[in-house]
């Protein structure tokens, strides 16, 4: 039997994994997306901190932990907001397109 729950039959602890978590995809839009909507009213800051973030991705590139491909894509969205004056930050926000993977430009 089993079931007393004192017994000496205990699990094993897991072993964790060590290695580093790379981010994705997913949450370098995320994370790009969220600057823009905290800073939905100051433009001015919100591509402060874009401008900040390219610088990241960038060390991320020369560490290896994103691919080409996806510099290119969050290149493109920082392009659009850094030109984008008032009216057209407030459409890029809105735009659900605009942040979903694989996006490009019409």
């Not at 060590?18 to 909507?37: A, D, F, M, P, Y």
């Not at 874009?50 to 932990?65: G, L, N, V």
């Not at 920082?78 to 735009?95: P, S, T, V």
Request: aromatic letters at 12%.
């Amino acid at each position: 039997m089993k079931w007393w729950p004192f017994g000496k039959n205990r699990k094993k602890p897991t072993k964790h994994n060590s290695e580093i978590h790379i981010k994705g995809t997913r949450v370098w839009l995320q994370n790009l997306q969220e600057i823009c909507e905290k800073n939905f009213d100051s433009p001015t800051n919100a591509k402060r901190l874009i401008r900040e973030m390219q610088i990241e991705w960038k060390d991320a590139a020369k560490r290896k932990e994103i691919d080409e491909e996806l510099i290119e894509g969050l290149d493109r969205r920082a392009f659009y907001l850094l030109k984008a004056d008032n009216q057209e930050w407030k459409e890029l926000l809105d735009n659900l397109k605009f942040w979903r993977p694989g996006w490009k430009a019409d």
